[in-house]
């Protein structure tokens, strides 16, 4: 039955994770060919300069994409639940709604996850091309938070558009715009190794919020 | 045995009361059509059903078991059809099979091919891209093919012309005697019912007009005439439902046999004559002279 709801989550997502994959390998791919170009110009020296005197991960230019991605993937795969009230079917299904609810998710966290890992790589094997190792695990470590918050970003996605009254969703879109500030708050580089935990455990604390949602729902909390 | 238990439902939106201490039962093996007009609570009682609602108070028990508290067991054997014939509009005919397939042992994939045959299209096709009619054939295979022991259709007839209406109906009828299933539904167009069921629920604002067999209801309903003077307003009575003038005579609707009320009426004082009971024609008659055009 997992293998089941993985395929429907897989329909109503598959283009969307194609564009998904696409921008986010596209930004960080265009990042890695401008540092490889600097390298290949002004020579690693100045970069390792630039990157210790001033700070900089030469990567910034995607700091909210995953929080965009993220955003767009748990689009796509719940508001189609929503829709005509879909959701109904799914909840119908003879399989326990806190599991169908749980692997569904996991579904969207997998797939974003295998992506941001990917792109991860990408910088890592570059990056060590190019500079240290401490420099790389900086420049990792920076990137993390903005990846982990592409996580967040799916997981709020989900609360919201499986809320089923206006008055709710649009306290619950304030209320992630807050949260997800949390994630993005500073763009200076490891400015979050020692929250990256916190943040890890936000997550997991996320996860648990579209099920108020589906409960409300299913306790006939609906416009 | 009962499939479907319903006791002491009362439920609210805010402050309006969409009925109070409602109870009925389903037997198993009958098919039940629930009527009222719009606003009575057809929806609030199929939400009730398919624990999509939590009621104010009272419990819904379907196989013996807490609708809220259902077990996957339980619930595989209820098919479900929501209104509008509403599936997932991003799959295609032969994906929605592939998905439903495995949550149902018994599931019968011949009967859903079967019926789709009928609609020569391409099992390929998205249900997003198909016509209301074509929908309600796939959303009626779905649940063909898991083979439950009760169907909860919420206004089946919907968006479907005079040749799928008939097509759904008929398939239906069929389906339930055959294999002696239970069901409850819902429609707007009351002669789809009539084709169906077995028992009837009228419901009016906030209660049950009547529960009874069809048959029985189709006996048993008298719509009343007769001539009164210019003027005359017929006093209000329990047992009267609706009355209306037209032209020099009042009519209204009752369960009451002829003789029982003209000798109300002789009781109300009422000043008749050429007084006139007649059995209603069809269902709508009765559900519109029991619940009233307005």
Partial sequence: MIKSIFFKEWIKTRRCYAVVCLAM???????????????EIKGAPHLWEVMILKDAVFFDIFKYVPTFLGILFGLMQFVPEMQ????????????SNHRMLAVMQLFGLTLL????????LMIVLVYARIFVSE?????????????????EAYLLTAFVCLESTWRLRLAYLAMSLLMLRIF??????QAYVYALPWLAVCIAMTFTLPYVSVARFKDGCQD | MNTIEC????????????????????????????LGKNGTGKTTTINLLNGFLKPHAGQVRIFGEDVRAMRNETRRRIGLLLEGHVQYQFMTIEQLERFYAPFYPDWKREAYYELLRKLKVDPSQRISRMSNGQRSQVALGIIMAQNPDLLILDDFSLGLDPGYRRLFVDYLREYACAEK??????????????????????????????????SELMRTVRCCSFAAPAGYELPENPDFYHPERKDNRIEFYTFLPPQQVQ?????????????????PQNLEDIFIGLTGKY
């Avoid at chain 1, 005509?84 to 003879?94: A, D, E, I, Y």
């Avoid at chain 2, 429609?187 to 009874?212: F, K």
């Avoid at chain 2, 009781?267 to 007084?275: P, Q």
Wanted: charged share 15%; aromatic share 12%; net charge positive.
């Fill in chain 1, 25 to 39: 390998f596209g930004f960080v791919g265009y990042c890695m060919l401008n540092v490889n170009r600097v390298a």
């Fill in chain 1, 84 to 95: 005509n009230r879909c959701l109904k079917l799914t909840l119908h299904l003879p399989y």
């Fill in chain 1, 113 to 120: 996850a295998a992506c941001f890992a990917l792109s991860v």
């Fill in chain 1, 135 to 151: 420099m790389v695990a900086a420049a990792v470590l920076t990137a993390l938070p903005w990846f982990m918050a592409g996580l």
């Fill in chain 1, 184 to 189: 993005l708050f500073d763009a200076s580089a």
């Fill in chain 2, 7 to 34: 006791s002491g439902l009362t439920h609210y939106y805010g402050r309006r009361q969409i009925y109070k201490d409602l109870s009925f039962v389903v037997p198993e093996g009958h098919i039940l059509g629930l």
């Fill in chain 2, 181 to 214: 299933k239970t069901m409850f539904l819902t429609s707007h167009i009351i002669q789809d019912m009539e084709r169906l069921i077995d028992d009837c629920i009228i419901m009016d604002y906030g209660r049950i007009l009547t529960h009874r067999k069809l």
């Fill in chain 2, 263 to 279: 000798d109300v009426l002789k009781s109300l004082g009422a000043s008749f004559s050429d007084f006139v009971a007649a059995s």
